[in-house]
């Protein structure tokens, strides 16, 4: 399989892309597993996401951390930031966010595994973690646990 095979439908790599105006309206592209049939996994970090809460309208931040097991298509990363960055003037919970982010990954590329792990700072001096995975995680895969700290305060 050639890269031009690959890339060719990508929409929003190599130019620039306006960020969408919710997750909606964001599009996450994919392309071919150029190593199908190989076990391993796929890790995005992001330590800066942010939504608004949709009672108040006030920020909220969170440290996301998705993991998946390829199958047939990988999510092109390009896409998947901006997807994550339509979320900043949308209102939902914590709980809300976490799983539509994973759903909707889950939808578009069909992974055989797929986990995330939504660290949520405080809100009203309680943070909130919300954990999810697709089914059992694969034995044959390395995947590193998150080992993101639980919130401390300042000390």
Partial sequence: MT???????LTQLGGKT???????????ERVPNPQKGKQYNVRFTTPEFTSLCPITGQPDFA???????????LVESKSLKLFLGSFRNHG???EDCTLSIANRIAKEIE????????YWYPRGGMPIDVFYQTGKQPEDVWIPE??????????
């Fill in 3 to 9: 890269k031009e095979n690959i890339y060719k439908d």
């Fill in 18 to 28: 306006a960020l969408p105006a919710n997750p909606d309206e964001a599009e996450l």
């Fill in 63 to 73: 440290h996301l951390m998705i993991d998946y097991v390829p199958g047939d298509w």
């Fill in 92 to 94: 939902a919970f914590h």
């Fill in 111 to 118: 992974p055989q595994w797929l986990r995330i792990g939504g």
């Fill in 146 to 155: 998150q080992d993101v700290p639980p919130y401390r305060g300042r000390g």
